[in-house]
Each structure stands twice: as structure tokens, then as C-alpha cells.
């Protein structure tokens, strides 16, 4: 049972039922962290398991990064922190960690994993993207640390990841083990910076699948005793709590074995395994971690409790509130560079690329449409080349593929002039930047950024955005 407060295991509402999950909470695991449901389906859950507890507290997450969209069927997504980045403003940064407290607690969700304190300083890495502030440690020092006390004002805790800095990466942890090729020197100069000057205001640090050789030449960081406790506890003096990555991530091989040099480390929480049952039999047999560890590992969740337990109720943000912020953001965040611009009565190219998740762009080909543009698939002297390529758990890329390269620059070399509309990561387009004659980057798919994507593309007003991002 002691060892079992230190397992939160998944919840997949798609795949998972409530009995296995009542029957996990009567086991003693120390909370659960929650992937899909609808909003009642959430709220329920929370309900059962808690009841279902020995534990006085349990502490229910989830990774909702941007707002509960993503995760949540019936919620509103959120702007993603790079269009924070690129607007540069704390105020929408806080008004974020606010809003989505005060809808995760609401549901009876306690513990928020974000921010992300990433760098965004590789175009290829697969997984951060957009999910990064910027590239520029200062400026996610201050935008993260604003959501970080958005949330805090909101009545949730919150999270730092991916400790010691996922940025600089080109392997998706979830696939394969990325490897972070920095001296100390460096890392002390850019990936470390945010976590260094943020922890004051953290409730939790998640500890990264990534290989850092400079600081330990065997383990990931998340397994690593010298990343963990000699440079995340010792050296920047964090006395909270230590949580990691997903244990079902292929990063780190079998999660039994993971989740003992975890805890060994000095992690205090193991997250998100596959078989969190057959995990909680290893640990029992022969492979529990020292009793002060354990002891540590009590401690801190005894605290968070404490914590989560003093926030007060909250009211849930409408969905006028949620689309009003992102409607806000998109006015601030866009950034427009070039020559182009399309009037009323012309006809024009639509060619679209990199829809993995099916995202569409029907707001932006309605507004156009609606102000006159004649939109076409075949030959026009104006062509729109949209990208909605993203980062994705699981896929291992960001950049467009080369069928769909060679489709863009067919169409750009046919056509008088072109603009790239990236409603995605503003890196998965590169190799077509030089080729058109504008590119606005919206960052997201959004309904709002869409719209403000037509308002710029038509000349109804100036773009405000500034990239955060070397591209």
C-alpha cells in the first residue's frame, strides 16, 4: 500500500473502464493522470475513485497544456504557448493558467502538468514545437512563470517539464531515446535557465526521457541519480516534488525496471505506466526503494495534498470566456511577413498539406469565400499554400513530408504570386520559405486563428506577432 501512493497510473476513458480504475484507487495508488472523457465523464470518475481510496487525498492530473481541449471532448482547446511566445505577453500567458485551473478543478482535476519550459531552439524536434514558449530562456521565464501563477490563482498545481530541457532534441521520447549533446556550460547557459529561475513557483518538476551525456553518460535523466538528485536537488536546490515522463514512453525500455532506478534517482511519483499492477508487484518483490525514499516520496505527496486541499471553489470559465481568449491571443500572436495580399473577385489556389489530424481549414476558406475570394483548386496567378503539420505523440516528425513539398513548390512555380499559411508548427514548412513570395504564421488550427489568419491574408489590418522562434 506504501508503495502503491507512489503509482499514478493512466486513465484512458477510451480504452480503460471505471471498475479498473476503482479497483486501482482501492489498491492505494496515490492519484491518476487522465487522458480523453467528456466533462460529466471526468467528473464522475474523480468521484468514483476517490470514494473508492483508502488514502484520505488522492491527486487526479492531466497533461492540459493547452486548456482541456486537446484531452477533453466537450471542452475548448487553447491557444498553444508558442503563440504566446510569439505575442509576448505575461498577462495572456496568466489569464491562460487561470483559465484552465479554474475548468480542470471544476471537473476535479488537482494537478495541471504544464508548463512546458522547453526551449524551442531545433526545427526538427518532433515532440516540444509548438508546445514551447520560445527559444529564448528569458522569454520563457517570464511567460511560463505567469501561467505557472495563473494556475496557482485558479486553484491548481502545476508542473514544470521536461526537466533538464527537451528542446535541443530530434527524437520523440515517446519512440526512441533523444540525446541532448550540450556541455554543462551550455546547458547551465540555456536549457537550465527556466527551470533554474522558475522553481520558486513550482509545485512539481517532471524529470525528462532524454540522455544527457555531459551529466550522466548511462542513464536517462528521469533515471539518472546524478540529473535528478546531484543537479536538481543538490546543485539548484529543489526541495519538491519529482515526478516522471510517462513510464509507457519507449525512451526508457522495460517500465518495471525503469520505475525501481526512478525511484532510486530520487523520483518521488511514477507516472503513466502500462501495467501499473504488474509495476506495483516488481516493486514489491525485492525491488522497494530505501525506506527513506519511500519516506521522501510520502512526504511530498502529503504536502501537495495539503496544498491542492487549501484551494478554494472556483467558478468554470464559459465558453465565451475560453474562445475570447483565444480570439484575443490570435490578435496579438499572428505574424505576417511579405508581399501578398488577395482582393475580392480574384481567384485563387488553395493547396493543402500536412493534415495528420485532420484539422481542416474550413473557418479560413469561409472567410475568405465570404469576402469574395474565388478559392480553386486548379491553376490561378494566386496561389495559398496551407500547412497544418504539427507535432504528435507517436509520429517521430515535424517536417512536411517530400510528396508534399514538391506538390507546394509545383504549385508556387505555376502560379504569379504565393503565400505560406502555416495554421501548425512554423518549423514543419521550412524548406518552402523561400519560395513564396509571403508567410503568415497562426501557429494552431484554431477557429480564431483561422479568422485572423483571413483578416491578414485580405489586408484588414497589420499583423502585432513577433516570431519567438530562429527560423
Known amino acids: ?60 492530473c492531466a497533461d492540459y497544456e493547452d486548456g482541456l481541449g486537446r484531452w477533453v471532448k466537450d471542452s475548448v482547446r487553447l491557444a498553444p504557448n508558442m503563440a504566446l511566445g510569439a505575442a509576448d505577453s505575461q498577462e495572456l500567458s496568466f489569464e491562460k493558467g487561470f483559465l484552465t485551473a479554474r475548468a480542470a478543478r471544476a471537473l476535479g482535476v488537482d494537478w495541471v502538468f504544464a508548463p512546458v519550459a522547453d526551449l524551442a531552439d531545433t526545427p526538427d524536434n518532433p515532440i516540444v514545437n509548438t508546445r514551447a514558449f520560445s527559444a529564448h530562456p528569458q522569454a520563457v521565464i ?15 498545481l502545476n508542473c514544470l517539464k521536461h526537466f533538464p530541457g527537451h528542446g535541443q532534441t530530434r527524437v520523440d521520447s515517446h519512440l526512441a531515446l533523444p540525446v541532448l549533446s550540450r556541455t554543462p556550460e551550455e546547458l547551465f547557459q540555456a536549457e537550465l535557465k527556466p527551470f533554474a529561475a522558475l522553481l520558486p513557483l513550482a509545485d512539481g518538476v517532471m524529470t525528462g526521457h532524454l540522455k544527457v551525456p555531459a551529466l550522466d553518460a548511462q542513464h536517462p535523466a528521469s533515471l539518472s541519480a546524478a ?9 539548484l536546490g529543489w526541495k519538491g516534488c519529482v515526478l516522471t515522463d510517462a513510464l509507457l514512453m519507449r525512451a526508457i525500455g522495460d517500465e518495471c525496471h525503469a520505475a525501481r532506478e526512478a525511484l532510486n534517482a530520487g523520483a518521488h511519483i511514477l507516472l503513466a505506466m502500462n501495467d501499473p499492477h504488474k509495476v506495483s508487484r516488481f516493486l514489491h518483490i525485492k525491488n522497494s526503494p530505501a525506506p527513506a525514499l519511500l519516506r521522501a516520496a510520502h512526504a511530498q505527496l502529503d504536502a501537495l495534498c495539503a496544498r491542492s486541499n487549501q484551494a478554494t471553489p472556483v467558478v468554470p470559465p464559459t465558453h465565451a470566456e475560453l474562445e475570447d481568449f483565444n480570439r484575443r491571443t490570435a490578435r496579438a500572436a499572428c505574424v505576417w511577413n511579405g508581399a501578398f495580399r488577395l482582393r475580392a473577385g480574384e481567384r485563387v489556389r488553395a493547396v493543402v498539406l500536412g493534415d495528420d489530424e485532420q484539422a481542416g481549414w474550413a473557418v479560413l476558406r469561409e472567410k475568405l469565400t465570404q469576402s469574395g475570394i474565388q478559392l480553386t483548386d486548379g491553376p490561378a496567378d494566386k496561389v495559398l499554400i496551407i500547412s497544418l503539420a504539427n507535432y504528435k505523440s507517436f509520429k517521430g516528425r515535424i517536417r512536411l513530408t517530400p510528396q508534399d513539398e514538391s506538390r507546394a513548390l509545383q504549385a508556387v512555380r505555376q502560379a504569379r504570386q504565393s503565400a505560406l499559411v502555416c495554421l501548425g508548427s512554423p518549423f514543419a514548412a521550412l524548406p518552402l520559405k523561400g519560395a513564396v513570395n509571403a508567410v503568415l504564421q497562426a501557429f494552431c488550427p ?26
Open 1 to 60: 500500500m506504501q508503495i502503491n501512493r507512489l503509482i499514478f497510473p493512466g486513465f484512458w476513458f477510451d480504452k480503460n473502464t471505471w471498475q479498473q480504475g476503482e479497483e486501482l484507487a482501492r489498491a492505494g495508488v496515490g492519484g491518476f493522470c487522465l487522458y480523453g472523457g467528456t466533462g460529466a465523464q471526468i467528473k464522475e470518475f474523480c468521484a468514483r475513485v476517490r470514494r473508492a481510496s483508502p488514502w484520505e487525498k488522492i491527486l487526479i
Open 142 to 156: 517570464r511567460l511560463a512563470g505567469a501561467l505557472m501563477k495563473g494556475l496557482t490563482q485558479g486553484g491548481a
Open 227 to 235: 540529473i535528478t538528485t546531484g543537479l536538481l536537488k543538490e546543485k
Open 446 to 471: 484554431l477557429s480564431a486563428f483561422q479568422q485572423e489568419a483571413a483578416a491578414l491574408l485580405l489586408g484588414h489590418h497589420a499583423a502585432q506577432g513577433k516570431m519567438p522562434v530562429c527560423l
